[in-house]
């Protein structure tokens, strides 16, 4: 059994396309058209166990800015901690999670997200939890002005390398907190679950990730390389649900924004590490989930 990270992945085929496998089988994830389109760069870096050309075990870092109370911080998301079922309970986690760590120990913040199978295991790395909060407002509050938006096609070469080129110079949504210069990872969310809630409005020239349901609609994102007002983008889109829920933490919007307690299985974990702690109660954006 092998020790890789990084690169010995990305550049060999047999284990790349054994990574892929894996992180299908084990989280329906789909990497490939991701790697194929460029877009998986050295922030994306998987550390693994390979046994004869099979990753046996993986945990990723995603490497970042997060912006909190205006201050930018380099921080690191570990992701897709898995396990061949042939090769667990062997500890390779535990081991991975100490490579990571012993690599990470200049970075400001660590941070995951878990499931509820497994809440016991990162405190053990000095991992804290968090809670988070989710932000709705009322349609009723909005003053509608429509503007003229136009629906992303990410299979189109030049929309989509225009869409990544903000994403990369992006400013951040929010100072209360954000995330920038992590745009490989939305751009791996961009072609995934998100590739049909993609728009850009040329009044403002943003880009806005927007998902609707019958019970409200979701504004995942708001990506722009300038400053923008967030209620003036807001009261642009064509919002059809009397609810608004806003995927991120946003700064003051000047009408009422209802903040409660999110709920979920699984739990943020964060280890404080260098010049920052981070709080409760704020929301992780939802398009830099690793």
């Given at each position: 059994?092998?020790?890789?990270?990084?690169?010995?992945?990305?550049?060999?085929?047999?284990?790349?396309?054994?990574?892929?496998?894996?992180?299908?089988?084990?989280?329906?994830?789909?990497?490939?058209?991701?790697?194929?389109?460029?877009?998986?760069?050295?922030?994306?870096?998987?550390?693994?166990?390979?046994?004869?050309?099979?990753?046996?075990?993986?945990?990723?870092?995603?490497?970042?800015?997060?912006?909190?109370?205006?201050?930018?911080?380099?921080?690191?998301?570990?992701?897709?901690?898995?396990?061949?079922?042939?090769?667990?309970?062997?500890?390779?986690?535990?081991?991975l999670m100490?490579?990571?760590?012993?690599?990470?120990?200049?970075?400001?913040?660590?941070?995951?997200?878990?499931?509820?199978?497994?809440?016991?295991?990162?405190?053990?790395?000095?991992?804290?939890?968090?809670?988070?909060?989710?932000?709705?407002?009322?349609?009723?509050?909005?003053?509608?002005?429509?503007?003229?938006?136009?629906?992303?096609?990410?299979?189109?070469?030049i929309e989509?390398?225009?869409?990544?080129?903000?994403?990369?110079?992006?400013?951040?949504?929010?100072?209360?907190?954000?995330m920038v210069?992590?745009?490989?990872?939305?751009?791996?969310?961009?072609?995934?679950?998100?590739?049909?809630?993609?728009?850009?409005?040329?009044?403002?020239?943003?880009?806005?990730?927007?998902?609707?349901?019958?019970?409200?609609?979701?504004?995942?994102?708001?990506?722009?390389?300038?400053?923008?007002?967030?209620?003036?983008?807001?009261?642009?889109?064509?919002?059809?649900?009397?609810?608004?829920?806003?995927?991120?933490?946003?700064?003051?919007?000047?009408?009422?924004?209802?903040?409660?307690?999110?709920?979920?299985?699984?739990?943020?974990?964060?280890?404080?590490?260098?010049?920052?702690?981070?709080?409760?109660?704020?929301?992780?954006?939802?398009?830099?989930?690793?």
């Open positions: 059994m092998n020790f890789i990270k990084g690169n010995a992945i990305r550049n060999d085929l047999q284990l790349k396309r054994s990574f892929f496998n894996l992180a299908d089988e084990t989280f329906s994830l789909k990497f490939e058209q991701w790697d194929e389109l460029g877009y998986w760069n050295d922030t994306y870096c998987p550390y693994a166990f390979e046994v004869d050309g099979e990753i046996a075990s993986n945990v990723s870092t995603s490497t970042g800015l997060m912006v909190l109370d205006g201050k930018q911080y380099k921080a690191v998301q570990i992701g897709t901690v898995m396990t061949n079922p042939k090769f667990q309970g062997k500890g390779l986690s535990r081991r100490e490579k990571v760590m012993e690599d990470q120990a200049n970075a400001n913040i660590l941070y995951l997200f878990a499931n509820k199978s497994v809440l016991g295991f990162y405190p053990k790395f000095g991992f804290e939890m968090r809670t988070q909060s989710t932000f709705t407002l009322d349609k009723k509050d909005l003053v509608s002005n429509e503007k003229e938006i136009n629906k992303i096609n990410m299979d189109n070469n989509r390398r225009l869409f990544y080129d903000t994403t990369m110079s992006r400013v951040p949504i929010s100072q209360k907190m954000s210069q992590n745009e490989s990872i939305v751009m791996f969310h961009a072609l995934t679950q998100y590739r049909d809630c993609i728009y850009y409005v040329p009044k403002f020239q943003v880009y806005v990730i927007l998902k609707e349901s019958a019970q409200h609609v979701e504004v995942i994102d708001v990506i722009s390389k300038e400053p923008f007002d967030l209620l003036e983008v807001l009261e642009s889109l064509p919002i059809k649900t009397s609810k608004v829920k806003l995927c991120f933490t946003p700064d003051n919007l000047k009408i009422p924004v209802v903040q409660e307690m999110f709920k979920d299985e699984g739990a943020m974990f964060v280890k404080n590490q260098i010049d920052i702690d981070y709080p409760n109660n704020l929301l992780y954006p939802y398009s830099g989930l690793a």
